[in-house]
């Protein structure tokens, strides 16, 4: 199917349901291309006919085994959930590519879409089968992932029922934690590196927003956190025993009111 035909019918249906439906509200604004899928590896990452393998932008999903003693939590739901959605569109996708097109794993980052214009990240994070995740400079659609996750969370869906992901307490997470996490924690310490702004968490987790990413927060003074209670979500990788976490977009690490 020619791409612009693709698209003004993708777009035609979101136009018509954009008013009722909300998993319309991060229609697209173009299609780069439209593909064929072959295999789905989890709920954020598939593998087209053509052998390209595709991480999806804007959502973070429990991931599968691979090399690992066993699935995460509620891999297997997201996998499905992913799967559905996709045999739902004859495994046919539109694909936007973000700003940046790949990760340093090769992959192809891209937002895709259902043959009838539905934005599948946001699908998905409505489900509550993933948390929204803003890494720039592809920041696209942010402001409507994170609105998909808020209604998942107060509806206590997928992963939020059982705070797969988090959110959890700073001084409650485990000092071999590795991987995608949510923690909240009060602000303890700021300091400043030659490279970075180092938030402190209690219970050492560090917060770490180099100063090449300072664009993305024009407007942060982040000396009013101190003592604040905040949310942060990302990585977390542990360097000389402490648990560290790279913050990149304002959307990863906001106050907790």
């Not at 495994?91 to 936007?96: A, P, S």
Request: a neutral charge; glycine letters at 8%; aromatic letters at 8%.
């Amino acid at each position: 199917m020619l791409k612009a035909v693709w698209l003004e019918r993708a777009l035609i249906t979101s136009a018509l349901l954009l008013l009722w439906s909300p998993a319309f509200a991060c229609a697209p604004d173009q299609i780069d291309e439209t593909a064929d899928v072959a295999w789905i590896y989890d709920g954020d990452t598939l593998r087209l006919k053509d052998g390209r393998k595709l991480r999806l932008i804007g959502i973070n999903a429990p991931e599968m085994a691979q090399g690992k003693e066993k699935d995460e939590p509620s891999a297997q739901a997201a996998t499905q959930a992913l799967i559905h959605i996709i045999d739902a569109s004859e495994r046919e996708i539109g694909i936007r590519y973000g700003e940046e097109r790949h990760d340093r794993y090769g992959r192809l980052l891209a937002h895709i879409y259902s043959d009838q214009g539905k934005n599948i990240a946001a699908q998905m994070i409505r489900q509550g089968y993933g948390a929204a995740i803003t890494v720039p400079p592809n920041s696209r659609n942010a402001n409507c992932y994170f609105q998909a996750e808020q209604e998942a969370r107060t509806r206590g869906l997928g992963i939020w029922k059982d705070l797969i992901l988090g959110p959890i307490e700073s001084t409650e997470l485990p000092r071999d934690s590795e991987g995608f996490h949510i923690v909240t924690g009060k602000v303890v310490r700021i300091g400043n590196s030659r490279r970075a702004t180092w938030i402190n968490l209690s219970g050492d987790v560090a917060l770490r927003v180099d100063h090449a990413d300072k664009v993305y927060f024009p407007e942060q003074d982040f000396a009013i956190l101190q003592g604040k209670h905040i949310e942060a979500r990302g990585w977390i990788y542990i360097h000389k025993g402490q648990l560290r976490m790279r913050i990149r977009h304002p959307r990863s690490m906001v106050l907790i009111e």
